[in-house]
């Protein structure tokens, strides 16, 4: 008799299949561990660094982007408690500074494709009887925002959170923080930016960031035109603008004065001041460079005229309008605003 094909062996063949199909469905999935799998990106590292300096029985705090406080009590290795996901930015920065010293971050910026471990706050004694100034940042996207505490002592501000200036300063010994340059696109205000060193540090001062488009400029305004006002004098207009709101605002108009025809060195800036009256803006608009804002100028004298005030760059540039509008589109104004710089009638910040 002929023998016959078994289909035992078959049968095995086709229940092997399925299992060797999942084997291989894992193994495309990267479900090995010597495969050089990417690890998970959700919550994934964790960020820290080492504290060294503090002083026994001081405390700092620290925080990770405007957020997480971390308060530490002694020196040694640290952890913030909230993990990042891959690829999101850190910025680690001093929130409240220990009684006596001043401390300092460094390699505290960065993003996370790892736990991050080499963050480095050291910290210092002060000298005796001295106090830091600072406080905190709010709203800053843009880059390039430098700080100034009583017109010295920069400080360049990258991230949202504590910031707090390098020279500390003795009791009774005046503060007065005011934004040396605007970060790009955004302008910053500051706001309990004055007063005098007590017997503690100075952590209350606020500076408020918002894009150029959201806020109107305000603070003191020098034309960049330099005139001679008398023999052996030589000056520029200035405008003091207060903002009432982020859709008004108030203006005065004096006059800095310069020994040379450069307007070059220290002015003085003084002698009589002109009410301009106030500015009520009903629109906004902007281009990649530019924010523009349209509104009324209502002056003492009773009179209201249409202007347009628009920002590009350091520069405000202060126009007439009238109704309807020569100025319809953002574009339109800064085609406008190309051919005034040149001529020096525009504006830069003191």
């Known amino acids: 008799m002929t023998p016959t ?7 095995a063949a086709l229940r092997a299949a399925p299992a060797a199909m999942a084997l291989a469905m894992l193994a495309a999935c990267g479900g090995g561990d010597d495969d050089g799998t990417a690890p998970p990106v959700v919550g994934a590292y964790t960020v820290g660094g080492a504290l060294s300096g503090l002083a026994a029985g001081r405390t ?3 925080q990770n982007n405007a957020e997480n406080d971390l308060q530490l009590s002694a020196n040694g290795s640290f952890e913030f408690s909230t993990r990042l996901d891959h690829g999101v930015r850190y910025a680690v920065t001093i929130k409240n500074q220990p009684a006596g010293q001043r401390c300092a971050v460094s390699q505290g910026t960065g993003t996370a494709t790892a736990n991050v471990r080499d963050v480095q706050v050291r910290c210092e004694n002060l000298a005796a009887a001295t106090f830091t100034v600072g406080g905190s940042v709010t709203g800053l996207s843009g880059t390039g925002l430098v700080l100034q505490n009583n017109g010295r002592d920069d400080l360049a501000v990258g991230a949202n959170g504590g910031f707090t200036f390098a020279t500390a300063q003795a009791g009774g010994t005046a503060y007065a923080v005011t934004v040396r340059t605007q970060p790009a696109g955004q302008s910053c205000t500051v706001a309990n930016g004055t007063g005098t060193v007590a017997s503690g540090h100075v952590t209350t001062v ?18 960049e035109l330099c005139v001679q006002a008398r023999p052996g004098t030589w000056g520029r207009n200035v405008w003091r603008i207060t903002r009432q709101s982020e859709t008004r605002a108030t203006a005065a108009m004096t ?22 009256g106030s500015f009520v803006f009903d629109r906004t608009g902007s281009t990649a460079t530019l924010n523009a804002f349209w509104g009324a100028w209502n002056q003492p004298n009773g009179r209201t005229d249409r202007v347009v005030w628009a920002r590009k760059g350091p520069r405000l540039c202060l126009m007439s309008d009238q109704n309807p509008t020569v100025f319809p589109t953002a574009a339109g104004v800064e085609s406008y605003v190309d051919l005034i710089i040149p001529n020096k009638t525009c504006y830069v910040k003191d």
């Open 255 to 276: 006059f800095a004065a310069y020994a040379n025809a450069q307007c070059t060195g220290t002015a003085t800036v003084g002698g009589p001041t002109t009410d301009l």
């Open 206 to 223: 606020e500076v408020r960031c918002a894009t150029a488009a959201a806020g109107l400029p305000e603070g003191e305004w020098k034309q």
């Open 60 to 62: 700092v705090t620290l």
């Open 5 to 11: 094909l078994s289909t035992r062996p078959r049968h």
